[in-house]
């Protein structure tokens, strides 16, 4: 009974982790993946911290590995080691271009400028960027809207039908 009661707890407190998941992190998948990101993706949610250190652009569970892959930008070997001694041995790290607080700010400035041909929006962890969907018929407007104000930070997608905000 007792050994009942722990997997009751642990369950709970799981499910109390879980339901905290930002809004603004996308779920990983395998659109447009670089070369550095091929098969990396695994379609399982990761609940992200509220923050990272400015020099870290994110986490992704890696499926060949079984071990989380964090993205550093410019990774110097000092620099790994304060890493793991920080988040642990058992993890890989990937260099990235932006940092995750960097692509939250990018997030939060097309927030605030959005209206109501914006349909989705959030961080995609596992490519490094912000991505926004819009329906086609929006789509040249809004790249050149924020392409030019924020280069390849941001990605475009058309989305169809009635999309799900995450």
């Not at 960097?102 to 349909?119: A, C, G, P, T, W």
């Amino acid at each position: 009974m007792k050994r009942l009661k722990g997997y009751w707890t642990i369950l709970a407190i799981f499910v109390l982790t879980i339901t905290g998941v930002s809004s603004s992190t996308l779920i990983c998948n395998e659109r447009n993946l670089s070369p550095d990101f091929k098969n990396k993706q695994v379609p399982i949610q990761y609940v992200q911290p509220i923050e990272y250190p400015d020099d870290v652009g994110g986490a992704y569970y890696d499926n060949k590995t079984n071990e989380l892959c964090y993205l550093v930008v410019n990774p110097t070997p000092d620099r790994i080691k304060e890493l793991r001694v920080q988040y642990g041995e058992n993890i890989e790290f990937t260099p990235c271009k932006y940092s995750y607080n960097e692509l939250m700010k990018v997030f939060n400035e097309i927030y605030l400028q959005s209206d109501s041909n914006i349909r989705t929006a959030g961080v995609d962890l596992c490519m490094n960027r912000v991505v926004v969907g819009v329906y086609e018929n929006h789509l040249a407007y809004y790249r050149a809207k924020f392409e030019e104000q924020y280069g390849d930070k941001v990605y475009f997608e058309k989305v169809t039908g009635v999309p799900t905000l995450l």
